[in-house]
Protein backbone atom coordinates (compact mmCIF):
# COMPACT_ATOMS: atom_id res chain seq x y z
CA UNK A 1 0.00 0.00 0.00
CA UNK A 2 2.88 2.24 0.35
CA UNK A 3 4.28 1.49 -2.79
CA UNK A 4 0.75 2.07 -4.51
CA UNK A 5 0.25 5.58 -2.57
CA UNK A 6 3.90 6.82 -3.62
CA UNK A 7 3.09 5.83 -7.55
CA UNK A 8 0.20 7.67 -6.77
CA UNK A 9 2.18 10.71 -5.02
CA UNK A 10 4.60 10.35 -8.08
CA UNK A 11 1.38 10.53 -10.50
CA UNK A 12 -0.22 13.50 -9.20
CA UNK A 13 2.98 15.04 -8.65
CA UNK A 14 4.08 14.75 -12.39
CA UNK A 15 0.34 15.95 -13.51
CA UNK A 16 0.26 18.50 -11.55
CA UNK A 17 3.86 20.45 -12.66
CA UNK A 18 3.42 19.30 -16.49
CA UNK A 19 -0.35 20.30 -16.54
CA UNK A 20 0.07 23.89 -15.99
CA UNK A 21 2.38 24.61 -18.86
CA UNK A 22 0.97 22.31 -21.19
CA UNK A 23 -2.57 24.39 -20.49
CA UNK A 24 -0.92 27.75 -21.43
CA UNK A 25 1.23 25.83 -24.57
CA UNK A 26 -2.58 24.69 -25.55
CA UNK A 27 -4.03 28.18 -24.78
CA UNK A 28 -1.82 30.21 -26.61
CA UNK A 29 -1.88 28.83 -30.39
CA UNK A 30 -5.92 29.32 -29.70
CA UNK A 31 -5.89 32.72 -28.34
CA UNK A 32 -3.29 34.07 -31.81
CA UNK A 33 -5.56 32.15 -34.17
CA UNK A 34 -9.09 34.59 -32.58
CA UNK A 35 -8.35 37.28 -34.65
CA UNK A 36 -5.16 38.94 -36.87
CA UNK A 37 -2.23 40.04 -34.34
CA UNK A 38 0.80 42.80 -34.82
CA UNK A 39 4.37 40.70 -35.10
CA UNK A 40 4.82 42.19 -31.32
CA UNK A 41 1.73 40.06 -30.18
CA UNK A 42 3.16 37.10 -32.32
CA UNK A 43 6.65 37.29 -30.90
CA UNK A 44 5.29 37.59 -27.26
CA UNK A 45 2.94 34.30 -27.17
CA UNK A 46 5.40 31.89 -28.77
CA UNK A 47 8.12 33.51 -26.14
CA UNK A 48 5.75 32.35 -24.07
CA UNK A 49 5.22 28.61 -25.60
CA UNK A 50 8.66 28.46 -26.10
CA UNK A 51 9.01 28.94 -22.42
CA UNK A 52 6.79 26.99 -21.16
CA UNK A 53 7.98 24.24 -23.41
CA UNK A 54 11.16 24.39 -22.13
CA UNK A 55 9.78 24.09 -18.25
CA UNK A 56 8.48 20.81 -19.68
CA UNK A 57 11.49 19.47 -21.38
CA UNK A 58 13.10 20.53 -18.23
CA UNK A 59 10.53 18.44 -15.77
CA UNK A 60 10.78 15.49 -18.21
CA UNK A 61 14.63 15.50 -18.10
CA UNK A 62 14.62 15.76 -14.04
CA UNK A 63 12.22 12.67 -14.05
CA UNK A 64 15.15 10.80 -16.33
CA UNK A 65 18.09 11.82 -14.21
CA UNK A 66 15.76 10.26 -11.23
CA UNK A 67 14.81 7.32 -12.37
CA UNK A 68 17.97 6.17 -14.23
CA UNK A 69 20.76 7.91 -12.50
CA UNK A 70 24.05 7.01 -13.24
CA UNK A 71 26.12 4.35 -11.34
CA UNK A 72 28.89 6.50 -9.05
CA UNK A 73 32.55 6.57 -10.13
CA UNK A 74 34.51 6.63 -6.47
CA UNK A 75 37.59 8.36 -6.20
CA UNK A 76 39.09 9.81 -3.66
CA UNK A 77 37.45 13.26 -2.55
CA UNK A 78 38.14 16.48 -0.31
CA UNK A 79 35.17 17.23 0.45
CA UNK A 80 36.62 20.47 2.59
CA UNK A 81 37.56 21.52 -1.10
CA UNK A 82 34.24 20.31 -3.01
CA UNK A 83 31.81 22.49 -0.10
CA UNK A 84 34.11 25.68 -0.72
CA UNK A 85 33.48 25.02 -4.92
CA UNK A 86 30.32 24.69 -4.62
CA UNK A 87 29.94 28.07 -2.24
CA UNK A 88 32.05 30.09 -4.86
CA UNK A 89 30.06 28.53 -8.27
CA UNK A 90 26.89 29.66 -6.11
CA UNK A 91 28.71 33.12 -5.53
CA UNK A 92 26.36 35.17 -7.20
CA UNK A 93 22.71 34.04 -5.96
CA UNK A 94 24.12 34.75 -2.62
CA UNK A 95 25.06 37.93 -3.40
CA UNK A 96 22.10 39.06 -5.04
CA UNK A 97 19.82 37.61 -2.13
CA UNK A 98 22.28 39.53 0.67
CA UNK A 99 22.83 35.93 2.19
CA UNK A 100 25.83 35.19 4.29
CA UNK A 101 27.71 31.68 4.22
CA UNK A 102 29.66 30.39 6.60
CA UNK A 103 31.71 26.92 5.78
CA UNK A 104 32.93 25.60 9.10
CA UNK A 105 35.93 22.50 7.35
CA UNK A 106 38.88 21.13 8.80
CA UNK A 107 41.91 23.29 7.39
CA UNK A 108 42.95 19.53 6.86
CA UNK A 109 41.98 17.50 3.56
CA UNK A 110 38.39 15.36 4.32
CA UNK A 111 39.67 12.58 2.10
CA UNK A 112 36.84 10.08 1.09
CA UNK A 113 35.80 7.75 -1.44
CA UNK A 114 33.40 9.40 -3.37
CA UNK A 115 31.86 10.66 -6.82
CA UNK A 116 32.34 14.15 -6.56
CA UNK A 117 30.02 15.21 -9.11
CA UNK A 118 27.13 13.68 -7.84
CA UNK A 119 28.71 15.25 -4.27
CA UNK A 120 28.31 18.87 -5.84
CA UNK A 121 24.73 18.09 -7.12
CA UNK A 122 24.27 16.76 -3.38
CA UNK A 123 25.60 20.45 -2.40
CA UNK A 124 23.65 22.78 -5.01
CA UNK A 125 20.68 21.35 -3.81
CA UNK A 126 20.64 21.95 -0.34
CA UNK A 127 22.12 25.40 -1.21
CA UNK A 128 19.28 25.49 -3.56
CA UNK A 129 16.55 24.66 -0.63
CA UNK A 130 17.48 27.32 1.19
CA UNK A 131 18.41 30.19 -1.58
CA UNK A 132 14.56 29.86 -1.75
CA UNK A 133 13.75 30.31 1.48
CA UNK A 134 15.95 33.17 2.60
CA UNK A 135 15.66 36.63 2.56
CA UNK A 136 18.06 39.51 3.22
CA UNK A 137 20.44 38.93 6.53
CA UNK A 138 20.10 35.21 5.90
CA UNK A 139 22.42 32.81 7.35
CA UNK A 140 23.60 29.58 5.60
CA UNK A 141 26.12 27.09 8.26
CA UNK A 142 27.81 24.60 6.78
CA UNK A 143 29.65 21.97 8.86
CA UNK A 144 31.81 19.10 7.94
CA UNK A 145 34.12 17.18 10.20
CA UNK A 146 35.54 13.74 10.73
CA UNK A 147 33.04 11.53 12.98
CA UNK A 148 32.64 8.12 14.60
CA UNK A 149 29.60 5.79 13.15
CA UNK A 150 27.65 3.76 15.36
CA UNK A 151 29.28 0.62 13.83
CA UNK A 152 32.97 2.11 14.94
CA UNK A 153 34.06 2.53 11.27
CA UNK A 154 35.14 6.12 10.46
CA UNK A 155 32.96 8.88 8.54
CA UNK A 156 32.35 12.28 7.74
CA UNK A 157 30.04 14.44 9.31
CA UNK A 158 28.31 17.22 6.93
CA UNK A 159 25.77 19.86 8.13
CA UNK A 160 23.56 22.49 6.44
CA UNK A 161 22.07 24.97 8.32
CA UNK A 162 19.74 27.93 7.68
CA UNK A 163 17.98 30.43 9.58
CA UNK A 164 14.65 30.11 7.54
CA UNK A 165 11.03 29.77 9.11
CA UNK A 166 11.23 25.43 9.66
CA UNK A 167 9.44 22.80 8.39
CA UNK A 168 6.05 21.79 10.04
CA UNK A 169 5.84 18.83 11.45
CA UNK A 170 3.25 17.23 9.31
CA UNK A 171 5.26 17.32 6.28
CA UNK A 172 8.88 17.04 7.43
CA UNK A 173 8.92 12.97 7.13
CA UNK A 174 7.61 13.45 3.26
CA UNK A 175 10.54 15.89 2.10
CA UNK A 176 12.53 13.06 0.34
CA UNK A 177 9.54 12.17 -1.33
CA UNK A 178 9.33 12.38 -5.44
CA UNK A 179 7.44 15.35 -6.16
CA UNK A 180 6.85 17.09 -3.21
CA UNK A 181 7.53 20.28 -2.51
CA UNK A 182 6.37 23.36 -0.69
CA UNK A 183 7.63 25.65 -3.78
CA UNK A 184 4.28 27.71 -6.07
CA UNK A 185 3.99 25.59 -9.20
CA UNK A 186 6.66 27.08 -11.96
CA UNK A 187 9.56 27.29 -8.92
CA UNK A 188 10.72 24.11 -8.61
CA UNK A 189 9.58 20.05 -9.63
CA UNK A 190 9.54 18.57 -5.85
CA UNK A 191 13.50 16.45 -7.09
CA UNK A 192 15.80 17.95 -5.64
CA UNK A 193 15.69 15.89 -2.13
CA UNK A 194 14.36 12.95 -3.81
CA UNK A 195 17.51 12.57 -6.09
CA UNK A 196 19.89 14.13 -3.29
CA UNK A 197 18.60 11.20 -1.06
CA UNK A 198 19.51 9.11 -3.37
CA UNK A 199 22.85 9.60 -3.69
CA UNK A 200 23.69 9.72 -0.29
CA UNK A 201 22.23 5.99 -0.20
CA UNK A 202 24.50 4.95 -3.03
CA UNK A 203 27.35 6.75 -1.44
CA UNK A 204 26.72 4.21 1.95
CA UNK A 205 25.69 7.44 3.84
CA UNK A 206 22.88 8.79 5.71
CA UNK A 207 20.71 12.16 5.27
CA UNK A 208 18.51 12.95 8.24
CA UNK A 209 16.44 16.71 8.45
CA UNK A 210 15.45 18.27 11.36
CA UNK A 211 13.47 21.01 12.30
Do not use: C, W
Not at 77 to 94: A, F, K, P, R, T
Not at 126 to 138: D, I, K, M, Q, T
Not at 188 to 210: D, N, P, S
Amino acid sequence: SERLASVGHLAAGLAHEIGTPLSIVRGRPEYLLRRPRSNEELTGNLEVIRSQSDRITAIVRQLLEFSRRREPMFRSVDLSELINHVGYLLEHQLFDKSLKVEIHVSPKPLLIQADPDLLQQVFINLFANSLHVLGPEGVIKIRASYAPFIDGQGGVRIVFEDNGIGIVPEIIDHVFDPFFTTKDVGEGAGLGLAVTYGIIKEHGGEITVES
